[in-house]
């Protein structure tokens, strides 16, 4: 598990002296007492710091919504590599498609149900959001490739390293 604390969250939390007077739950978190010099009564770790995740908890805690991606515009007709060109390096999270296409779309990087390379391809009329979960190239270079001159930047790949 990573935790990410801000400066300022760091920087409260150590401007005052952490007393713990007490009992413990199983699970490690305080049950009664103080915390720390404010008299916070049953203040976790996940409550203290605004808004972290405590994935730990059903009740406690809150879903990721925003998945943060880069973005790439297709602006030719040839093969162009998403990612770091090699197998397993890519997550593609959809494709943006501004306008229908006029030609086709193909993606390649992803295995067929035999695990062989296969290409897989979006036809003319396409458009709108694809939403690709977040897949992952496990079968070579995530490329995309759009047949026709015409639909030149009007596809946006939506990607993440991985």
């Given at each position: 598990?990573?935790?990410?604390?801000?400066?300022?969250?760091?920087?409260?939390?150590?401007?005052?002296?952490?007393?713990?007077?007490?009992?413990?739950?199983?699970?490690?978190?305080?049950?009664?007492?103080?915390?720390?010099?404010?008299?916070?009564v049953g203040t976790t770790l996940a409550?203290?710091?605004?808004?972290?995740?405590?994935?730990?908890?059903?009740?406690?805690?809150?879903?990721?919504?925003?998945?943060?991606?880069?973005?790439?515009?297709?602006?030719?007709?040839?093969?162009?590599?998403?990612?770091?060109?090699?197998?397993?390096?890519?997550?593609l999270m959809g494709l943006l498609i501004?306008?229908?296409?006029?030609?086709?779309?193909?993606?390649?990087?992803?295995?067929?149900?035999?695990?062989?390379?296969?290409?897989?391809?979006?036809?003319?009329?396409?458009?709108?959001?694809?939403?690709?979960?977040?897949?992952?190239?496990?079968?070579?270079?995530?490329?995309?490739?759009?047949?026709?001159?015409?639909?030149?930047?009007?596809?946006?790949?939506?990607?993440?390293?991985?």
């Amino acid at each position: 598990m990573q935790l990410r604390v801000s400066a300022t969250a760091l920087a409260i939390l150590l401007s005052a002296p952490l007393t713990f007077a007490g009992t413990l739950a199983p699970g490690g978190g305080p049950t009664t007492g103080v915390l720390d010099a404010n008299s916070n009564v049953g203040t976790t770790l996940a409550t203290t710091l605004a808004g972290e995740r405590n994935a730990s908890s059903a009740t406690d805690s809150y879903l990721a919504v925003r998945q943060e991606s880069n973005a790439s515009i297709i602006s030719k007709t040839t093969a162009v590599t998403i990612g770091g060109g090699a197998a397993s390096d890519t997550h593609l999270m959809g494709l943006l498609i501004h306008t229908a296409l006029t030609g086709t779309c193909v993606i390649t990087g992803f295995a067929d149900s035999d695990g062989t390379a296969q290409s897989y391809t979006l036809p003319a009329g396409s458009v709108g959001y694809k939403d690709f979960l977040g897949a992952i190239n496990s079968a070579g270079a995530l490329t995309v490739t759009c047949s026709n001159a015409s639909d030149d930047n009007l596809v946006m790949v939506l990607w993440r390293p991985r």
